[in-house]
């Protein structure tokens, strides 16, 4: 991200055309222009036959895309049929060809891989390959086709609709055909899905299977930092990537390794001489291991290839270190999919069937994609080049804003007249509360002070937003206050400086190391508050934590006119599981329990198996906010998810128990599960709900009841989470020191003396943006603590959809074109959901 901009972002939404024959579809956060708010009736669509396959490499969240599609195709009227073994299968025909049915494709969701197979076929290279494909898709009346797959995937489906009219001829001319089936089948409509775990198609910022591949090399590099600390190794892992470095980068940033290769920005210079020094310079500070990822494509300023093995003999002979390979290789493609690329995949499937509803004659070959504006070959002949920088830009701004960070994350080293923490701490820590100028400091900005605190429920990402904070400050000269258990903390004097190694390895760890209470300014009192933030002499505060941060930094800008210690720069970074703030779409922490509670919910389901007709009903956490059941509720296949926000009465809990009840009985379904947000509502409650199912199901099926939890804040961060976190405390850093040195006045005091000063940064509409937080008061509903608006109710009709509930209407969510040229604004969209 361009930490520097701080302005608002322009809405960028909408069709994005690519330099290529095709045209990229932008995905309903997404849409068409001129289609917001209009809705799709079912069965609007009947009598016309899609195809669907899977091409190519295999990865995770295929199977969520065939879900979608055929369901959605169920729908709108439509016959599905399954294209088995991708292009072969496409050639073959036969078995291969076969009609779906609603059951065929229950229970695929939380699998990895594709059930559909994917081979690459010779044949279909060749036209006469082409031209049988094409007879036995006339053969069923096919002439709408969904392809999931990588580049070539696609632009063998593309090549394929325009020869289409030229085989149906020679198919007639070869009486393979009549000429009444070439006019019934004229027109072949495709539409593409990217399906890639290394994120290297230049038309979207993220791919099916990308994030699911971050969790295996996360989870990879986490269980090899436990051993690798034992003995004092380092370890040199390859990732996948061989023309694209997105997962080693973005893997980098997740798990802080100390070095990353990758082919789009080829180390500088002596960069085997800097290397060593660096790793050395870490060693002397006390730090036991190193963590090294390399991309199988990663090169030099000269192109020649940098191999894993290459790097283990530097550290080897010149360092002297314990070094070990590991290649991750196609663990990486395996496992279960993320909740974010079963939520993916659903929502691309949905939108490529709507997108063939919508085809014409004239409608070229569409890629449901996020975002993005160059092609792959593109990107690939700037590298051959050398132009890496190009190269870079190509990638598109999400790649830019993460390489950026890594960049200034990697290039920053502690302070040389920084004492470290160690076992004196305790002892320098009494000291600096009784004179202050006894820590040592850098240069003229260090006798500022820059404070962090959490606030409200711990929830992953919050030690990553931290650790961001403390070493970005630090070397910017500032001295680094943390501020431990809240306002409680701040009031008994628990505020202590922060060390550059005091807060390594805290981007992977959950909970909060700050410490964390659910309190608000005025429980403690603005005023003891205000004294403390004068003792203490705070030029710039950040506070990470949930609605009681936003609510607490609301209440300290309104008592600024009676306290001028709080006019200085704050500013809040939203993190909170239940994603219920105003002022951003995504909280940090929701990505984790998202994918908390979809494995809880995939081991439930998997309970049951062997035990017939069964089922369950879950209880989430998210207080008046129904975001965590629904796209939880997306992730794991829910039949229905209850929450606060659409209101519900008995009839509708009957209507979804008579739903169950012909699943199970005629549909071959034999588990079902229902979530309920815990305060959807305060007479139909989780216990009521179950009792109620279970009467009204029997004899057709049994009910458990299940209670996530606080299971739902544990865990690990997941690689999202740790690089929002990391993200996002950068940019507040620059903004605070931006502020800081704007409003010092002549005497040396920061007095920022107005409210727009206290801040929140959030993701809206994919761009990072800092809103007052007096402004966000009016989007705010205080009692139920969530906002007026929230983006995500739209995707609950596509819930339904997809539990084949009968649905009144499916709203295409929709937003509308703009400006798509400009790319000067902050964005994080490879997350957006």
């Known amino acids: ?55 190519g490499g295999d990865s995770q969240g295929m199977n969520a895309a065939v879900r979608a599609v055929v369901r959605m195709g169920f729908y709108l009227g439509c016959k599905v049929y399954f294209i088995k073994e991708g292009y072969q299968g496409m050639v073959d025909g036969d078995d291969n060809i076969v009609e779906a049915t609603w059951s065929s494709v229950s229970g695929i969701l939380q699998m990895g891989g594709t059930v559909i197979g994917s081979a690459r076929c010779k044949e279909f290279r060749d036209r006469s390959g082409r031209r049988i494909a094409a007879f036995n898709l006339v053969e069923r009346s096919i002439t709408n086709l969904v392809v999931i797959g990588g580049d070539g995937s696609l632009t063998g489906a593309n090549c394929f609709r325009q020869e289409w009219p030229e085989l149906l001829s020679e198919l007639v001319e070869t009486g393979k055909i009549t000429a009444q089936q070439k006019e019934e089948n004229k027109h072949l ?17 993220m791919t099916i299977g990308t994030d699911s591949a971050l969790h295996r090399i996360i989870e990879a590099v986490d269980a090899i930092a436990t051993t690798a600390l034992s003995h004092q190794r380092a370890f040199v892992l390859e990732v996948m990537g061989r023309h694209c470095g997105y997962l080693a980068l973005v893997g980098a940033l997740a798990t802080e390794a100390d070095w990353v290769f990758i082919p789009e ?5 002596d960069w085997r001489d800097t290397l060593c020094k660096k790793l050395t310079a870490e060693r002397s500070l006390g730090q036991r291991l190193n963590i090294i990822l390399v991309a199988e494509g990663a090169i030099d300023e000269q192109g020649k290839a940098i191999t894993a093995e290459d790097v283990r003999k530097i550290l080897c002979d010149e360092l002297k270190i314990d070094t070990r390979v590991t290649v991750l290789g196609h663990v ?71 390489l950026n960070t890594y960049r200034l994350l990697s290039k920053l080293r502690p302070p040389s007249s920084h004492i470290k923490l160690d076992s004196h701490a305790v002892q320098r820590r009494q000291s600096w509360k009784q004179d202050p100028k006894c820590f040592p400091f850098t240069d003229h900005r260090a006798h500022r002070n820059l404070a962090i605190m959490n606030i409200g429920a711990p929830a992953c990402g919050m030690n990553a937003a931290v650790r961001s904070f403390v070493r970005i400050s630090l070397t910017k000269g500032f001295r680094v206050l943390g501020i431990h258990d809240s306002f409680d903390g701040l009031i008994r004097n628990e505020v202590y400086p922060m060390t550059w190694t005091e807060v390594q390895g805290w981007a992977g760890k959950g909970g909060s190391f700050l410490g964390t209470k659910k309190q608000w300014a005025h429980d403690v009192g603005v005023g003891k508050i205000a004294l403390k933030f004068a003792e203490f002499k705070l030029d710039g505060l950040m506070i990470v934590g949930g609605f009681e941060a936003f609510h607490s930094a609301y209440q300290l800008a309104e008592a600024r006119e009676s306290f001028p210690s709080l006019c200085i720069p704050i500013v809040v970074i939203p993190c909170t599981i239940s994603n219920n703030i105003p002022g951003s779409d995504f909280s940090l922490g929701a990505d984790t329990a998202l994918n908390e509670i979809t494995d809880i919910c995939d081991r439930i389901k998997q309970s049951a198996t062997g035990t017939k007709r069964r089922v369950f009903v879950a209880e989430t956490m998210g ?14 296949g829910a039949d229905a998810a209850y929450i606060y926000e659409e209101r519900f009465n008995v009839m509708d809990l009957k209507q979804d128990v008579e739903h169950l009840k012909d699943k199970i009985q005629n549909a071959g379904v034999q588990r079902g599960l229902v979530l309920r947000n815990e305060m959807a509502n305060e007479n139909y409650t989780t216990d009521f709900i179950n009792r109620l ?15 996530l939890g606080h299971m739902q804040q544990g865990g690990y961060p ?47 509409r994919r761009h990072l943006t800092f809103t007052p937080v007096t402004e966000l008061a009016e989007e705010t509903d205080f009692d139920k603590r969530i906002p007026k608006e929230q983006w995500w109710l739209k995707l609950r009709p596509l819930l339904r959809i997809l539990a084949k509930h009968s649905v ?25 959901l």
């Not at 593409?192 to 198609?201: A, E, K, M, T, Y």
């Not at 929709?814 to 957006?832: L, Q, S, V």
């Open 693 to 707: 199912f279970s009467e009204e199901g029997s004899p057709v099926f049994t009910t458990r009841m299940n209670v």
């Open 623 to 636: 207080g008046y906010c129904g975001y965590l059941a629904t796209l939880a509720g997306l992730a794991s």
């Open 808 to 832: 009144v209407s499916y709203e295409v969510e929709a937003e509308i074109k703009a400006n798509i040229d400009d790319d000067d604004d902050d964005e994080e969209g490879e997350h957006i």
């Open 189 to 205: 409509n495709i539409v593409g899905l990217v399906g890639s775990i290394d994120n290297d198609f230049c038309g979207t910022d």
């Open 332 to 402: 990486q493609r395996g496992g279960s999919p993320s909740a974010y690329d079963r939520i993916l995949g659903s929502r691309m499937g949905a939108e490529a069937v709507l997108a063939l509803m919508d085809a014409t004659p004239g409608t070229p070959a569409c890629v449901i994609s996020i975002e993005g504006n160059s092609t792959t070959k593109e990107v690939q002949a700037n590298m051959d080049k050398k132009n890496f920088d190009e190269a870079v830009r190509l990638r598109g701004k999400s790649f830019q804003n993460n």
């Open 265 to 269: 920005w080829p180390p500088e210079g």
């Open 718 to 764: 997941s690689p999202f989470d740790r690089n929002y976190g990391t993200k996002m405390a950068a940019k507040g850093v620059e903004w605070l020191s931006e502020m800081v040195e704007k409003y010092t006045d002549e005497k040396g005091n920061v007095r920022t003396g107005n409210a727009d000063t206290v801040v929140l940064l959030g993701m809206l």
């Open 1 to 55: 991200m361009d930490a520097m901009d701080t302005s608002p972002s322009p809405n960028k939404s909408g069709v994005v055309r690519p330099r290529r024959t095709s045209f990229t579809r932008k995905m309903s956060v997404l849409g068409e222009p001129g289609k917001e708010g209009q809705q799709v009736p079912p069965g609007i669509w009947a009598g016309n036959s899609i195809g669907v396959f899977t091409s």
